[in-house]
């Protein structure tokens, strides 16, 4: 059972375009929201995060929008460029025993951005 | 990487066997994650420990097993691979701090 829908599986941008990254949760537990990026080959990496408590974050031409009522948050990548063409995980946090970040994710978007 | 390794990088095995992959950090963070990706369902958490010999399970720990003996190794066993433990396996690290840091990945194929 997928606690984190991640939508769209796919996305093509033009460059300097606007990408749309959607995810929505069922667990109101959670309590922290990262977005990875992931480029073949390598391991994922955490492009920015956001906090229940915080409806907007921004970071360079990134931003994460949360609406804690819709339990949906999203990203997007203004100006996109080709150089960000990777895959995009949304995420969210319980936390387990001994204070560890158990993290579910969305299943990914693999974004391309054309020139 | 964060100061994490993943060993080995790429494994072809035979249905039945047993298997252990293995990640160091030198990062000495308290926290650490085994990690599968398979298309269509993203990463999904096997196991974590929050410190040696602490270890907890996740979403996906049927037939998989950890230990944990020393805080810069953690250790993930398949005791008896099946087909549908081929994957990518990711491992990660964390302070306790909000941020994980993935290591490079294993690819294991098991025929």
């Known amino acids: 059972q997928q606690q984190v829908k991640q939508s769209p599986q796919s996305l093509i941008v033009q460059k300097g375009g606007i990408s749309i990254i959607n995810c929505a949760y069922e667990n109101t537990a959670f309590d922290y929201f990262p977005w990875y990026q992931q480029f073949p080959g390598k391991g994922p990496a955490l492009l920015i995060a956001i906090r229940p408590d915080v409806s907007e974050k921004k970071e360079g031409r990134f931003t994460i929008s949360f609406n804690k009522s819709a339990k949906q948050f999203s990203l997007h990548i203004m100006d996109s460029q080709p150089g960000d063409s990777a895959t995009y995980f949304c995420a969210a946090r319980n936390k387990g025993p001994g204070g560890g970040n158990k993290l579910t994710f969305g299943t990914g978007t693999q974004l391309k951005v054309e020139l | 990487d964060a100061g994490i390794t993943q060993s080995p990088r790429h494994k072809v095995t035979e249905t039945g066997t047993p298997v252990t992959l293995r990640c160091h950090q030198t990062?000495?963070?308290?926290?650490m994650y085994w990690y599968r990706q398979d298309p269509g369902h993203g990463l999904r958490l096997i196991h974590y420990s929050y410190g040696v010999k602490d270890t907890d399970k996740g979403e996906v720990s049927d037939g998989y097993s950890v230990s944990r003996s020393k805080t810069e190794d953690f250790l993930l066993t398949l005791e008896s691979a099946t087909s549908s433990q081929t994957s990518v396996y990711f491992c990660?690290?964390?302070?306790?701090?909000?941020?994980?840091?993935f290591g490079p990945g294993t690819r294991l194929t098991v025929l």
């Open positions: 990062e000495n963070h308290r926290y």
């Open positions: 990660a690290i964390s302070s306790g701090a909000d941020t994980q840091y």
